[in-house]
């Protein structure tokens, strides 16, 4: 296994510009999940990283190797595509046998290393059969099984999971979680699902427009989002983002947001709020972090009830503020009309402060160290 | 209700014995008949054919025709295929052309076909829609129309009255289908494939041939059949091109029968028959994979 180092990439399509100056280091046994909207460039980047498109600009580097100008045959790595891509006239065994065959791996050599992949998926009865004799989940295992046979220096995985129903992704999450832990692998995973981000990688790198927009650890990715996109991408039900102009007064520094209401700011976010030079904000907070009330408070902002979504474990309360509609988590056994006026609060210390001129995150010491705009090599934190 | 009547048991067997009717509709019936008619219309001119080659000349002429022949004779079929007689050597001299030039054809037009497909198929050069539409012009135009400008060019390459001639002009014809048809088998190979295969440790080239060549064998075999009788039935350039008695192939040495003295028709129906066996039984062995080769570009998404 090995460090993956991307430096600079840049890939031009015609005139398109699909990967724009994305550096990262993945370290050596890491999982690194890119995740981001569909047309983001997490694929055509984890391409670039396979050496199956050409890359305009930049280098990448496997372990000590530039690997920039060589053939993917040669970059020794292993990738899942998301329909598998199983050699239709090939039997399993033939499709395991198949990256050993091309390294002229001696003949016994390959039935054992076959053998012994086919009993850590459990597909040991299959290896006889054809792609198009097997389920889905089955020729996802080969799939699968076709990257674990040999040893690679690093393994891609273009939305593996994303072709399975529900049940057999949560199942395969976990699976490949324990792979990745047995074997020590590097890791590269695309995928649109935010959920399989945060639980598999150690650290997730969101991408949108082509851009590396923040690279961290999930907790990070999740509590500490470095712009607004991040923020809105992350997170189910996604973030409340409450527009607003910043006003001080009598020493106390507030929000006015746009229908009118007032919201007064603890001292560590105004300081947050200082920083910011266009002098409207956007405060996110998340739906959990939203505090209900049926009674006017002070500093409270009104709102009426727009809908109720009893879910279960909790409730979704959707609520009208000005012209816009945020949601909240309350209690499993809030019930209101709609429209019926509510008075929300939020959990200070909990919402994020962003200008709204950059779409960056406020922090206290007004420095941020995961700007989309530092061009230097994102280290993990 | 059905349920206040008889018992869930009792509805859920009746349901059970039900069988889905067939109803013979009127678009049906037409459909039959035109079928008929169409088998009618190929048959009927083969089984004449076949009647004929197993008369005795003089039978051959007789009026109103027999349909089955009284007397049998195989007389020219022996005649045709034994190397002793003049008429049997000449004629396996032709059905040897015939052979060799339709061959070299079939394979020439595979070898060129199957990497013209593929390019056009998956790779991204300038001028790729133009190079396309210009092979597939060539379709547009009666094959007549080029006899002039390729003797012509032939006469300048001294290939006038060689094989050699026969075979590059039947590629000119046989090309642009089968290129068109390959480059269709292709589009439907998703291009993962041939990913997994490099990042697995095959060359551009290794992949192409161990993993997406075996997958369009229904269209390589496709487009060889279809080479092999463009060039097995052609007749006017083999008449223009070639002059020596030797070199002819069978469409136009069939001709001979014709000439001396009177036409000699059992025999020369009995050559027919012979000359149509090698396709019949390439045919016959070959159709499932030519009838899912035209129908599979359609179909699959």
């Known amino acids: 296994m090995a460090e993956v180092r991307l430096d600079g990439l840049i890939k031009y399509y015609d005139d398109v510009l699909a990967v724009d100056d994305v550096n990262l280091t993945i370290k050596d046994g ?22 199956l498109i050409d890359l305009s600009d930049g280098e990448i580097w496997i372990g000590d190797r530039d690997v920039t100008d060589l053939d993917p045959k040669d970059r020794d790595i292993a990738m899942v595509f998301q329909n598998y891509a199983l050699y239709p006239t090939k039997t399993v065994y033939n499709n395991l046998a198949f990256p050993l065959q091309m390294r002229k791996t001696p003949k016994n ?62 199942q395969m999450r976990a699976e490949l979680k324990r792979f990745h832990q047995t074997l020590n692998a590097t890791m590269i995973y695309v995928t649109h699902d935010q959920l399989e981000a945060m639980t598999m990688a150690d650290n997730i790198a969101v991408m949108s427009d082509g851009r590396v927009q923040q690279y961290g650890p999930p907790e990070e990715i999740f509590y500490d989002p470095a712009n607004l996109f991040v923020a809105g991408f992350i997170g189910s039900p996604a973030m409340n983002f409450l527009h607003g102009e910043i006003s001080t007064e009598n020493g106390v520094t507030s929000v006015k947001g746009d229908p009118g209401w007032v919201y007064p700011l603890t001292p560590a976010n105004a300081q947050k709020a200082s920083h910011c030079t266009s002098g409207r904000i956007i405060i996110g907070a998340r739906p959990a972090n939203l505090i209900l009330s049926r009674e006017e408070h002070p500093g409270m902002i009104p709102g009426s009830v727009y809908t109720v979504e009893p879910t279960g474990d909790t409730t979704f309360v959707h609520i009208t503020i000005g012209d816009q509609i945020y949601v909240a988590i309350t209690d499993p056994f809030f019930r209101a009309e709609p429209d019926d006026p509510i008075w929300v609060d939020l959990e200070d210390d909990r919402i994020h402060i962003f200008d709204e001129a950059t779409e960056e995150v406020l922090r206290e010491d007004g420095l941020n160290s995961q700007s989309i705009h530092g061009k230097k090599t994102l280290q993990p934190a | 209700m059905a349920s206040n009547a008889t018992s869930v048991e009792e509805r859920r067997e009746r349901a059970r014995r039900r069988k889905p009717k067939r109803q013979i509709r009127m678009s049906d019936v037409l459909a039959w008949f035109t079928l008929i008619l169409l088998l009618l219309f190929s048959l009927v001119p083969m089984a004449w054919m076949l009647s004929t080659s197993l008369k005795t000349q003089f039978a051959a002429l007789q009026l109103p025709p027999e ?60 001028g790729r829609q133009g190079f396309f539409i210009a092979v597939l012009i060539r379709n547009m135009f009666p094959a007549i129309v080029f006899l002039i400008p390729l003797f ?130 390439i045919f016959l062995v070959l159709q499932r994979f030519f009838i899912q080769a035209l129908t599979e570009g359609a179909v699959k998404s």
């Open chain 2, 152 to 281: 012509i060019m032939m006469r300048t390459f001294g290939l006038i009255d060689t094989h050699l001639a026969l075979i590059i002009t039947y590629l000119t014809f046989g090309l642009p289908l089968a290129i068109w048809l390959l480059k269709g088998f292709y589009d439907n190979i998703p291009t993962e494939l041939e990913y997994a295969a490099r990042i697995d440790g095959a060359s551009r080239f290794q992949a192409f041939i161990r993993i997406i060549m075996p997958l369009s064998t229904p269209g390589i075999i496709a487009t060889a059949i279809y080479a092999f009788i463009i060039a097995w039935n052609e007749y006017v350039y083999a008449l223009t091109f070639l002059s020596s008695r030797n070199l002819l192939t069978l469409p136009v040495g069939l001709q001979r029968f014709f000439d001396e003295f009177v036409t000699n028709w059992p025999g020369l129906m009995a050559a027919s028959f012979v000359m149509s066996i090698p396709v019949v039984i």
């Open chain 2, 67 to 126: 349909w089955i022949p009284s007397n049998i004779t195989f007389e020219h079929y022996i005649r045709l295929l034994s190397p002793g007689s003049e008429v049997g050597q000449e004629f396996l001299r032709y059905f040897w052309n015939s052979i060799f030039v339709s061959t070299m054809t079939t394979l020439a037009a595979v070898a060129i076909a199957v990497p013209a497909g593929y390019a056009f198929s998956k790779f991204r050069f300038p």
């Open chain 1, 30 to 51: 890491d999982f690194v999940a890119l995740l981001g909207p569909s047309g983001c460039g997490k694929t055509t980047t984890l391409n670039l990283i396979a050496g």
């Open chain 1, 109 to 170: 050599a390959i039935d054992e290393r076959v053998r012994k992949t086919a009993e850590m998926l459990s597909i040991t009865h299959l290896l006889d059969r054809l792609p198009r004799e097997l389920s889905g989940g089955q020729q996802q295992r080969v799939a699968l099984g076709r990257a674990l046979v040999r040893n690679p220096r690093a393994f891609l995985m273009d939305e593996p999971l994303s072709n399975l129903d529900a049940k057999l992704r949560v």
